[in-house]
Nanobody, 127 residues
Framework: QVQLVESGGGLVQAGGSLRLSCAASGRTFSLYTMGWFRQAPGKERQFVAA????????SYGDSVKGRFTISRDNAKNTVYLQMNSLKPEDTAVYYC????????????????????WGQGTQVTVSS
């Protein structure tokens, strides 16, 4: 089994920055695509960013492109989401997901493409 644990969320003013982390255990993390999604109250889970197993391919949701950066450290079994220029509309619970297809450069945007999820970390951006 896979365990994913997100951390780094919190309360920040608009224009500020946060860095989220997602630590993985239970599988060879370095083989798999990782993604970040978010869900605001009353809304569906939304794609934020994804990164391939090697880090060579990334993808971003339109609303975060240019402000957020996804990265990974395979030696630490951790994927990161650096969030800059935060806006109140970025307020949500942020989840990381792992896609169990090894050595894939595919970075899907659909949540159904991911097999394991963390418990989420709350990000609140005040205006």
């Amino acid at each position: 089994q896979v365990q994913l644990v997100e951390s780094g969320g919190g309360l920040v003013q608009a224009g500020g920055s946060l860095r989220l982390s997602c630590a993985a255990s239970g599988r060879t993390f370095s083989l798999y695509t990782m993604g970040w999604f978010r869900q605001a109250p009353g809304k569906e889970r939304q794609f934020v960013a994804a990164i391939s197993w090697s880090g060579g391919t990334t993808s971003y949701g339109d609303s975060v492109k240019g402000r957020f950066t996804i990265s990974r450290d395979n030696a630490k079994n951790t994927v990161y989401l650096q969030m800059n220029s935060l806006k109140p509309e970025d307020t949500a619970v942020y989840y990381c997901g792992l896609r169990v297809t090894p050595y894939s450069a595919y970075v899907p945007r659909g949540q159904n493409e991911y097999n394991y999820w963390g418990q989420g970390t709350q990000v609140t951006v005040s205006s």
